[in-house]
T-cell receptor, first 110, second 113 residues
Framework: SQQGEEDPQALSIQEGENATMNCSYKTSINNLQWYRQNSGRGLVHLIL?????REKHSGRLRVTLDTSKKSSSLLITASRAADTASYFC??????????FGTGTSLTVIP | DAGVIQSPRHEVTEMGQEVTLRCKPI?????LFWYRQTMMRGLELLIY????????DSGMPEDRFSAKMPNASFSTLKIQPSEPRDSAVYFC???????????FGDGTRLSIL
C-alpha cells in the first residue's frame, strides 16, 4: 500500500504565485524526498530532507518536515510556467521500504 | 552520465503475448527498482534488487510477472502471458549506496490490446 498521500491532488496558479503541496505518511522514516514528473518522462529528484531536519531550501524550493505529525510540505516560490508538472513525495523507511505518494498535479498559468 | 536507460520506450502487443522490458541502471548504483504507473493506482513499487539480489517482490501483481537481474548493469521485467489490464507505464530506477535519491528512466509505455 502507498505510504504517502499528497494534498491537493491538483493545483492551478498564476505565474509568479507560490505553490504549496503537502504530504502525509504513516510510519517512521529515515528521510523524505520530493520528486517532479513532467508529462511522458520519468521522475526527477528535487530535494531530500532527513528525519532529524525540519526545513531545507534549494533555490526556489522550500521543504519542511514534521515527524510528529508525519507530514511534509513543498513550497515553490515565484512559480514559472516551466514548473508545470506532477510532484510526488517519497518516504524512505527502515529496510529500504520506499513508497511514493499519489502526487499533486501543478499547473502554472503564464 | 547516461542515466537509467529503458527499452523499449513504447510497446504495443496483443494479449497473451510475452512482454520483456529492459533496464540498464547507472553504473555504480547497487539498488534497482521496477515501478508501474497508472492513472487509477498511481506509482506502485513492483520489486527491488540490492546488489543484483531480489529483496522485496511483494508488489509483483501475480505469477505472470517476473524480474531478473543477472548482473549489475542489466535487469528485465517479463510479463507472460500479458493481459489488457497490464497496460501502464513501467519505470526502472536505480540508486547508489546509502539513502540516496533514486534516478529514473523515462519508462516503457506498454499497451496490451
Amino acid at each position: 500500500s502507498q505510504q504517502g498521500e499528497e494534498d491537493p491532488q491538483a493545483l492551478s496558479i498564476q505565474e509568479g504565485e507560490n505553490a504549496t503541496m503537502n504530504c502525509s505518511y504513516k510510519t517512521s522514516i529515515n528521510n523524505l524526498q520530493w520528486y517532479r514528473q513532467n508529462s511522458g518522462r520519468g521522475l526527477v529528484h528535487l530535494i531530500l530532507i532527513r528525519s532529524n531536519e525540519r526545513e531545507k531550501h534549494s533555490g526556489r524550493l522550500r521543504v519542511t518536515l514534521d515527524t510528529s505529525k508525519k507530514s511534509s510540505s513543498l513550497l515553490i516560490t515565484a512559480s514559472r510556467a516551466a514548473d508545470t508538472a506532477s510532484y510526488f513525495c517519497a518516504t524512505d523507511g527502515a529496510g529500504n521500504q520506499f513508497y511514493f505518494g499519489t502526487g499533486t498535479s501543478l499547473t502554472v498559468i503564464p | 552520465d547516461a542515466g537509467v536507460i529503458q527499452s523499449p520506450r513504447h510497446e504495443v502487443t496483443e494479449m497473451g503475448q510475452e512482454v520483456t522490458l529492459r533496464c540498464k541502471p547507472i553504473s555504480g548504483h547497487n539498488s534497482l527498482f521496477w515501478y508501474r504507473q497508472t492513472m487509477m493506482r498511481g506509482l506502485e513499487l513492483l520489486i527491488y534488487f540490492n546488489n543484483n539480489v531480489p529483496i522485496d517482490d511483494s508488489g509483483m501483481p501475480e505469477d505472470r510477472f517476473s524480474a531478473k537481474m543477472p548482473n549489475a548493469s542489466f535487469s528485465t521485467l517479463k510479463i507472460q502471458p500479458s493481459e489488457p489490464r497490464d497496460s501502464a507505464v513501467y519505470f526502472c530506477a536505480s540508486r547508489g549506496y546509502g539513502n540516496q535519491p533514486q534516478h529514473f528512466g523515462d519508462g516503457t509505455r506498454l499497451s496490451i490490446l
